[in-house]
């Protein structure tokens, strides 16, 4: 069974001008196009394991039933799947603002407020070195936690469940801000949508 990518719920110029129109095209009709691909050739070979949710693979990464090129070949692009499938979602038009609910009021108490919780999430996209992703996830304790995570590797392979991200890849952002990372990171927080992360939390917990 191929794995296709999950419909976007907006259109591609839907998050301008935070976000391109051009940038997501190729984010989403190449970028994430390509690892679906390849994740689909590394599975044709392990006919029971394509049969799986990628979320599942991903959380059992280390013990698959996959040679060692075939595993490595499938964190590299299972993990570009999953992620992007969750970076969509937690994006979209007209959002932006805090988060409110039962993630609003986990934010404040873990981290001491929301532009606490912004300021460090910040700093953990912004630091890190190369291509890779900062997340908001929910760690082993069943706690609120930002982590990073280098190329496309995903929280999940170490037993935490992300439920908010960002991709800090160049593709995500060269287009319209060349080298200015900090103006991307910047310009997120207003497409950034909670009530999804709300749902997503909440399904989790
Ligand atoms: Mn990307």
């Known amino acids: 069974m191929k794995h296709e990518l999950p419909k976007l719920d907006y259109l591609y110029d839907a998050l301008e001008p935070w976000i391109d129109a051009k940038t997501m095209e190729i984010h989403y ?8 691909d390849k994740m689909n050739a590394v599975l ?16 059992n990464l280390s013990n698959l039933p996959m040679d060692e090129k075939d595993k490595n070949a499938f964190k590299n692009n299972g993990g570009g799947y999953v992620n992007h499938s969750l ?15 039962v993630l609003g ?13 912004k300021e460090e999430f910040g700093k953990s996209a912004l630091g890190i070195f190369g291509s890779g992703w900062s997340w908001l996830v929910i760690n082993q304790d069943k706690k609120l936690e930002i982590i990073s995570t280098p190329n496309q590797d995903s929280p999940l392979m ?9 991709d800090i890849w160049e593709h995500a952002f060269y287009l319209l801000r060349q080298n200015r990372k900090n103006e991307y990171i910047d ?4 497409v950034a949508n909670w009530k999804k992360v709300d749902e997503i939390l909440s399904s989790v917990i």
Do not use: R, V
């Open 187 to 190: 310009a997120f927080w207003n």
């Open 44 to 59: 044709e070979k392990y006919p029971d394991l394509a049969k799986k949710d990628p979320i599942e693979l991903m959380k």
């Open 105 to 117: 009021e986990t934010i404040k108490n873990t981290f001491g407020g929301f532009n606490k919780f």
């Open 29 to 36: 009709s190449k970028h994430h196009q390509a690892y679906a």
């Open 158 to 166: 170490e037993g935490n469940i992300p439920i908010f991200c960002i």
């Open 87 to 101: 970076f969509w979602k937690i994006m979209g038009p007209n959002a932006g603002g805090e988060p409110i609910g």
